[in-house]
């Protein structure tokens, strides 16, 4: 138990490289990483589980992935290698087959995992990758014989095709079975898989599947059970462990892709072989396809290109900072696990199924708060995309198919709809341009509205639904997915809302004028102050903020109630929207430190709730601890962060940053507790009222991953893009003393020097830009050259 427990058998991290290594296969998860070119996509574990899969998983994916049932993280893209005289045969990622390499390692890195293995004085470099250029995951074997006697091993690679559509295999899989076909392109030495089913909702748009080597073949399979065998798995495959591939084609069945290759190595050689698993629309475009990526180099270049293009968009951002795990997820995981969650949503990860998120509206609203430093275009896409899930009256869809042609979950939120304002405000600033606001962006309903409109007209539709206070109506739920039974009735309101309004709508003042839209500005303050008194005289207990008001007018998250007294978003927004007074705002945060907080995170509530407000009739089902109901909800920890820093609290704010950061969560843990990835966010970790405090749960898709790189780099390390140029000001722990920071910011480079004394936390004293002192902390563009040195004395 001690070992399972310990973080350093399972993995180190390789910075020079941004890899983390991975030492045992067994992780207490699946550890995984993701490829992507934008269109084709595949996630893959430590053990070479995967799925991949092309623009949508929901009906475009290529094989067979079981979320839940064991063994775990199965199937996968595996390679068997068999010696051809003893007949012994190992895989190269370690999983599928029992008789495990003698020496193994895994690493994931930035687009690419790697499998170093040795069995047998065989060794095996093997790297999986999704290039820029085509289509396709490339699997790139290297074998190399340390024995001094000639070697002749048989290769194989095989992954299990499925129903592009995990939702219809499960429930019509008998009959669709018929419409799977996987047949052999002599000429172009690749076996096809055709998904025929013409119930599929975009069959004409859906690819062909290849599974092609540069490598001669001996043989291949395209039956599963002609390759696996019956009463057997991907551990031991009849075909594998008996004789050679059967050459069979499938019209009708369980399709698989198997290729068998045979490989002779001199003592001392080396032979490369390359398998690619990818997609074209018909046969003419896999054949130019496959023309390309078996010319010489090919393999290597594309490897190339994701390096250069990784190393270029880690280079937007990068600091030094005196705390190396914290240092790490700034410049390397935090931002990469951010893309990832941009261009994903919640969709598919070893928690989510991919079957039916979508693009959650809320959930990319946020992400695009990650992605604008890094890249505006696909940031404007993204927010093009979310505002035309936009009605005309304000509301939006809560989850939309841009892919499957499928209706959206249309449900109303009181939130979903005003957090383009952060989004939009974002992308003005960083660019420095306000043409984005007039862009003109049709409603989902009827008619279109300039991009500007679009915002104001989610405002009014806050406004138009309001309760019998005057707070906007909770609807089917704010932020908070569990709200769901507030406001049943169609009463219950939210104080988070109103205070969602309050960090929101100054940045829809700063555009209006911007924008010359001066007769919206007194609407936006009027509102603005009217929520602000009503957040502190009906929302404040006497000690702390509340969360809600119930259909029954009954208070939720308030001293009297026995249950979900106190909630952390009404504390922490109170401080983000400007609402709290400064010493309202810390002695709501100190409640937060002193009945929230634990070693681990920081509880979403507490008490957790099992009986409350009816015994009958509770809000949350959620087992306490789990959930929304008191976990450490590692995504609304970044808004304590960012309220700390607010409030210049700098020890406070790195103290809840660090303590959540993936790794030290499982040093303190342990590996076993808390199982999931240590170089990726989680969305929650079981609370201390649950017997599995500090599990981590739902990792890598969450907003976490945005608001901790947004507070990390925007409110600790302080450099933020404003309107009149970037601000430095940072809220950094008392005993830290020198900081660098190099950030791209409207093309220029900027190589900031931050240096204080100890015991400081904030505040600028001088700025000095190229040699000159500025008047304040903000550096306008005027002054500003390609590259820029600045100076900070705090
Ligand atoms: C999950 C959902 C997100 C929601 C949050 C809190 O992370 O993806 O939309 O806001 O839970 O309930």
Same mark, same amino acid.
């Given at each position: 138990?001690?070992?399972?427990?310990?973080? =350093?058998?399972?993995?180190?991290?390789?910075?020079?490289?941004?890899?983390?290594?991975?030492?045992?296969?067994?992780?207490?998860?699946?550890?995984?990483?993701?490829?992507?070119?934008?269109?084709?996509?595949?996630?893959?574990?430590?053990?070479?589980?995967?799925?991949?899969?092309?623009?949508?998983?929901?009906?475009?994916?290529?094989?067979?992935?079981?979320?839940?049932?064991?063994?775990?993280?199965?199937?996968?893209?595996?390679?068997? @290698?068999?010696? $051809?005289?003893? $007949?012994?045969?190992?895989?190269?990622?370690?999983?599928?087959?029992?008789?495990?390499?003698?020496?193994?390692?895994?690493?994931?890195?930035?687009?690419?995992?790697?499998?170093?293995?040795?069995?047998?004085?065989?060794?095996?470099?093997?790297?999986?990758?999704?290039?820029?250029?085509?289509?396709?995951?490339?699997?790139?074997?290297?074998?190399?014989?340390?024995?001094?006697?000639?070697?002749?091993?048989?290769?194989?690679?095989?992954?299990?095709?499925?129903?592009?559509?995990?939702?219809?295999?499960?429930?019509?899989?008998?009959?669709?079975?018929?419409?799977?076909?996987?047949?052999?392109?002599?000429?172009?030495?690749?076996?096809?898989?055709?998904?025929?089913?013409?119930?599929?909702?975009?069959?004409?748009?859906?690819?062909?599947?290849?599974?092609?080597?540069?490598?001669?073949?001996?043989?291949?399979?395209?039956? &599963?059970?002609?390759?696996?065998?019956? *009463?057997?798995?991907?551990?031991?495959?009849?075909?594998?462990?008996?004789?050679?591939?059967?050459?069979?084609?499938?019209?009708?069945?369980?399709?698989?892709?198997?290729?068998?290759?045979?490989?002779?190595?001199?003592?001392?050689?080396?032979?490369?072989?390359?398998?690619?698993?990818?997609?074209?629309?018909?046969?003419?475009?896999?054949?130019?396809?496959?023309?390309?990526?078996?010319?010489?180099?090919?393999?290597?270049?594309?490897?190339?290109?994701?390096?250069? #293009?990784? #190393? #270029?968009?880690?280079?937007?951002?990068?600091?030094?900072?005196?705390?190396?795990?914290?240092?790490?997820?700034?410049?390397?995981?935090?931002?990469?696990?951010?893309?990832?969650?941009?261009?994903?949503?919640?969709?598919?990860?070893?928690?989510?199924?991919?079957?039916?998120?979508?693009?959650?509206? &809320?959930?990319?609203?946020?992400?695009?708060?990650? !992605?604008?430093?890094?890249?505006?275009?696909?940031?404007?896409?993204?927010?093009?995309?979310?505002?035309?899930?936009?009605?005309?009256?304000?509301?939006?869809?809560?989850?939309?198919?841009?892919?499957?042609?499928?209706?959206?979950?249309?449900?109303?939120?009181?939130?979903?709809?005003?957090?383009?304002?952060?989004?939009?405000?974002?992308?003005?600033?960083?660019?420095?341009?306000? +043409?984005?606001?007039?862009?003109?962006?049709?409603?989902?309903?009827?008619?279109?509205?300039?991009?500007?409109?679009?915002?104001?007209?989610?405002?009014?539709?806050?406004?138009?639904? &309001?309760?019998?206070?005057?707070?906007?109506?909770?609807?089917?739920?704010?932020?908070?997915?569990?709200?769901?039974?507030?406001?049943?009735?169609?009463?219950?309101?939210?104080?988070?809302?109103?205070?969602?309004?309050?960090?929101?709508?100054?940045?829809?003042?700063?555009?209006?004028?911007?924008?010359?839209?001066?007769?919206?500005?007194?609407?936006?303050?009027?509102?603005?102050?009217?929520?602000?008194?009503?957040?502190?005289?009906?929302?404040?207990?006497?000690?702390?903020?509340?969360?809600?008001?119930?259909? /029954?007018?009954?208070?939720?998250?308030?001293?009297?109630?026995?249950?979900?007294?106190?909630?952390?978003?009404?504390?922490?927004?109170?401080?983000?929207?400007?609402?709290?007074?400064?010493?309202?705002?810390?002695?709501?945060?100190?409640? %937060?430190?002193?009945?929230?907080?634990? =070693?681990?995170?920081?509880?979403?509530?507490?008490?957790?709730?099992?009986?409350?407000?009816?015994?009958?009739?509770?809000?949350?089902?959620?087992? =306490?601890?789990?959930?929304?109901?008191?976990? %450490?909800?590692?995504?609304?920890?970044?808004?304590?962060?960012?309220?700390?820093?607010?409030?210049? &609290?700098?020890?406070?704010?790195?103290?809840?940053?660090?303590?959540?950061?993936?790794? /030290?969560?499982?040093?303190?843990?342990?590996?076993?507790?808390?199982?999931?990835?240590?170089?990726?966010?989680?969305?929650?970790?079981?609370?201390?009222?649950?017997?599995?405090?500090?599990?981590?749960? %739902?990792?890598?898709?969450?907003?976490?991953?945005?608001?901790? *790189?947004?507070?990390?780099?925007?409110?600790?390390?302080?450099?933020?893009?404003?309107?009149?140029?970037?601000?430095?000001?940072?809220?950094?722990?008392?005993?830290?003393?020198?900081?660098?920071?190099?950030? @791209?910011?409207?093309?220029?480079?900027?190589? @900031? +020097?931050?240096? $204080?004394? !100890?015991?400081?936390?904030?505040?600028?004293?001088?700025?000095?830009?190229?040699?000159?002192?500025?008047?304040?902390?903000?550096?306008?563009?005027?002054?500003?050259?390609?590259?820029?040195?600045?100076? %900070?004395?705090?």
């Amino acid at each position: 138990m001690q070992e399972r427990n310990d973080p =350093k058998a399972y993995y180190s991290f390789d910075d020079e490289n941004n890899e983390v290594k991975i030492h045992r296969y067994d992780t207490p998860t699946p550890w995984m990483n993701y490829f992507s070119n934008g269109t084709f996509h595949t996630m893959m574990s430590q053990a070479g589980g995967a799925v991949a899969f092309y623009k949508s998983p929901q009906i475009w994916r290529l094989n067979r992935y079981r979320f839940y049932h064991l063994p775990t993280d199965r199937s996968g893209m595996y390679f068997y @290698i068999r010696d $051809k005289q003893t $007949k012994d045969y190992w895989s190269p990622t370690a999983e599928p087959v029992l008789n495990k390499p003698e020496k193994w390692q895994a690493a994931h890195g930035m687009g690419y995992s790697r499998f170093e293995a040795e069995k047998q004085g065989i060794t095996s470099n093997l790297r999986y990758f999704v290039g820029p250029h085509e289509n396709n995951l490339i699997w790139n074997l290297e074998l190399k014989n340390n024995t001094d006697k000639p070697k002749t091993l048989d290769l194989f690679a095989y992954v299990e095709f499925g129903m592009m559509e995990f939702m219809r295999e499960v429930s019509w899989v008998c009959y669709m079975k018929h419409q799977m076909s996987v047949y052999y392109l002599k000429d172009e030495k690749a076996l096809i898989f055709k998904y025929g089913v013409e119930t599929q909702p975009k069959p004409d748009e859906t690819p062909l599947v290849y599974l092609a080597s540069d490598h001669p073949l001996k043989g291949f399979d395209g039956d &599963r059970d002609e390759f696996i065998g019956t *009463y057997r798995s991907e551990s031991n495959p009849y075909v594998v462990e008996n004789e050679d591939c059967t050459n069979s084609s499938l019209f009708g069945g369980d399709p698989c892709g198997a290729l068998q290759m045979e490989v002779t190595l001199q003592p001392g050689e080396s032979k490369t072989i390359n398998v690619f698993l990818g997609t074209g629309q018909h046969e003419k475009e896999i054949q130019a396809s496959l023309q390309n990526i078996r010319k010489p180099g090919f393999v290597s270049q594309s490897f190339g290109a994701l390096k250069v #293009h990784w #190393h #270029h968009y880690l280079n937007k951002f990068r600091c030094e900072i005196p705390d190396q795990a914290a240092q790490r997820m700034i410049n390397t995981w935090n931002p990469y696990q951010a893309q990832r969650n941009f261009l994903f949503s919640r969709n598919i990860s070893y928690y989510a199924t991919g079957t039916f998120r979508g693009v959650g509206f &809320r959930d990319t609203a946020q992400d695009i708060l990650s !992605q604008t430093p890094f890249d505006i275009d696909s940031s404007k896409d993204k927010m093009r995309m979310l505002l035309q899930q936009q009605y005309a009256d304000g509301h939006t869809n809560h989850y939309f198919f841009p892919y499957e042609g499928w209706e959206p979950v249309h449900r109303k939120h009181s939130d979903n709809h005003l957090w383009p304002i952060l989004g939009v405000w974002n992308i003005i600033v960083e660019e420095n341009s306000i +043409s984005f606001l007039d862009e003109e962006i049709a409603y989902y309903d009827e008619g279109s509205a300039t991009v500007y409109d679009h915002l104001k007209q989610a405002v009014k539709f806050a406004m138009d639904n &309001r309760g019998a206070n005057g707070l906007p109506l909770m609807l089917h739920s704010d932020w908070n997915d569990q709200m769901f039974k507030v406001c049943r009735e169609g009463k219950g309101e939210s104080f988070w809302t109103a205070m969602l309004l309050g960090l929101t709508l100054p940045k829809l003042i700063e555009l209006a004028t911007l924008h010359n839209k001066k007769e919206d500005i007194a609407w936006y303050e009027n509102i603005y102050n009217t929520q602000k008194k009503l957040v502190n005289t009906i929302g404040w207990d006497g000690e702390w903020y509340r969360r809600a008001i119930m259909d /029954n007018g009954l208070y939720l998250g308030t001293k009297d109630n026995p249950e979900a007294k106190i909630w952390l978003n009404a504390q922490s927004w109170a401080v983000l929207s400007g609402f709290a007074s400064r010493e309202r705002g810390m002695q709501a945060m100190d409640i %937060v430190k002193e009945k929230l907080d634990s =070693k681990l995170g920081i509880k979403l509530i507490d008490p957790s709730i099992t009986t409350f407000p009816d015994p009958k009739d509770p809000l949350t089902n959620y087992n =306490k601890g789990t959930g929304e109901n008191a976990s %450490v909800f590692c995504h609304a920890n970044t808004w304590a962060i960012m309220a700390e820093c607010m409030l210049g &609290r700098g020890d406070q704010a790195w103290k809840y940053y660090q303590q959540i950061i993936p790794a /030290n969560a499982m040093n303190s843990a342990g590996a076993w507790r808390y199982k999931a990835e240590p170089y990726v966010y989680a969305s929650n970790l079981f609370g201390p009222e649950s017997d599995k405090f500090g599990l981590a749960y %739902v990792s890598w898709l969450t907003g976490t991953a945005a608001w901790m *790189y947004h507070v990390a780099t925007q409110y600790i390390l302080g450099v933020r893009p404003t309107w009149e140029g970037l601000l430095i000001d940072p809220c950094l722990p008392s005993e830290w003393e020198n900081v660098t920071v190099q950030r @791209i910011f409207r093309k220029k480079l900027f190589n @900031i +020097s931050i240096n $204080k004394k !100890q015991g400081v936390c904030k505040g600028v004293n001088q700025l000095i830009l190229n040699g000159k002192t500025l008047e304040n902390n903000i550096i306008p563009d005027h002054l500003t050259e390609d590259e820029n040195s600045v100076l %900070v004395y705090m």
